[in-house]
């Protein structure tokens, strides 16, 4: 995954946490997945999904504004190049809104923070980091040398 798409997907969540402010962040020492922790989740992605459809909205506009009219044929160039990173970064984004609402989807479902592969807790740190996250560290490390392994056969 390029930088630049990664920094721009942390801007974004870092931009959501800001958002819902507040004086509460869930905490390794309370009870796993408690209501205050559910909420907290439940508001950051959906403050999340809102940055990005934001993002997204700014972006439709500027190409509804009308084609790249820059004369000189480097500028142009550029211009197109430029377009075409912030459209890949806003399919990148339309795919990670499905996995915004799969995961606001287990928190209704009281399947939020637990392991899809062991049913372990995935944990408050992680889910801080990766509010999508549907697997712990060791499954998700387990899931990429599978992978891997089989991307090198």
């Not at 399947?111 to 899809?116: I, T």
């Not at 560290?137 to 899931?143: D, G, I, P, R, S």
């Amino acid at each position: 995954m390029p930088i630049s798409v990664l920094s721009d997907e942390i801007d974004v969540l870092a931009k959501a946490k800001r958002a819902i402010g507040g004086d509460y962040t869930p905490d390794e020492n309370e009870a796993y997945m408690n209501e205050a922790q559910l909420d907290y989740f439940r508001r950051l992605l959906g403050e999340w999904k809102k940055s990005i459809l934001s993002a997204a909205a700014g972006t439709l506009q500027q190409l509804q504004e009308g084609p790249i009219r820059e004369p000189d044929l480097n500028d142009r160039a550029s211009s197109e190049t430029d377009w075409g990173i912030e459209l890949r970064t806003r399919d990148r984004q339309r795919k990670l809104i499905a996995k915004i609402d799969a995961a606001q989807r287990r928190i209704e479902d009281g399947e939020y923070g637990y392991c899809e592969v062991t049913g372990e807790p995935i944990g408050i740190g992680r889910l801080i980091a990766r509010p999508i996250a549907t697997m712990t560290v060791e499954a998700q490390e387990a899931h990429e040398r599978r992978e891997k392994v089989s991307r090198d056969d």
